[in-house]
């Protein structure tokens, strides 16, 4: 896996609170990137980073920030969480030498009532 | 980047049987994964063909790219209960930013 971990696992909140999501890697990889997958549309890219404080939009960012202060972390927020933010939320890494190949974590399930 | 969109959406299959499921793409690439997704689960890398190769083997897994019909397939031969999963493809531009789409996937069932 990577050394990849996604927290939380789970989550449930309510509309128009801020929300924030962690994505950790323990081997130092430069690239992570944030996916939501909803039925029907698969897998969508939120936001990537190629590096600390370098990051950039995916085609669905609208509603959510990052931050990549650190290596390791890849953080995700929602500002003000709506109904339509519910998903699952998954985060990847892509590992140099590795052929452009994506390892994923295991995914938050986010609940906005 | 760019999304593959992969055919059909769903396959149901008896075990043992062969299971195919395609992917097209629009513009040239320089390589194309498949991908696999167990139910709840995040995505794993199944195979990279390049944009240079026509077929690739790994396992009970055989992967064909047509970059004139911008196509590729993925064949799983004498399929098992176990490979019930998603499927997607994600074709790589090789823009520089290691950026991968995935489409909506094929969603294959085995039964035993």
């Known amino acids: 896996d990577a050394g990849i971990t996604q927290s939380p696992r789970h989550k449930v909140t309510e509309t128009g609170t801020p929300v924030t999501l962690r994505c950790h890697q323990t081997e130092n990889h430069r690239y992570m990137y944030w996916y939501r997958q909803d039925p029907g549309h698969g897998l969508r890219l939120i936001h990537y980073s190629y590096g600390v404080k370098d990051t950039d939009k995916g085609e669905v960012s609208d509603g959510y920030s990052v931050s990549r202060s650190k290596t390791e972390d890849f953080l995700l927020t929602l500002e003000s969480a709506t109904s339509s933010q519910t998903s699952v939320y998954f985060c990847a890494i892509s590992v140099e030498g590795s052929n452009e190949k994506l390892f994923f974590g295991s995914g938050t399930q986010l609940s906005v009532l | 980047s760019q999304q593959g969109e992969e055919d059909p959406q769903a396959l149901s299959i008896q075990e043992g049987e062969n299971a195919t499921m395609n992917c097209s793409y629009k513009?040239?690439?320089?390589?194309l994964q498949w991908y696999r997704q167990n139910s709840g689960r995040g995505l794993v890398h199944l195979i990279l063909?390049?944009?240079?190769?026509r077929e690739k083997h790994s396992g009970r897994l055989r992967v064909t790219l047509d970059t004139s019909k911008k196509s590729s397939s993925l064949l799983i031969t004498a399929s098992r209960a176990a490979d019930t999963a998603s499927y997607f493809c994600a074709p790589y531009s090789g823009a520089g930013s290691y950026q991968l789409t995935f489409g909506k996937g094929t969603k294959l069932s085995v039964i035993p």
């Open positions: 513009t040239s690439i320089n390589n």
């Open positions: 063909i390049r944009s240079n190769e």
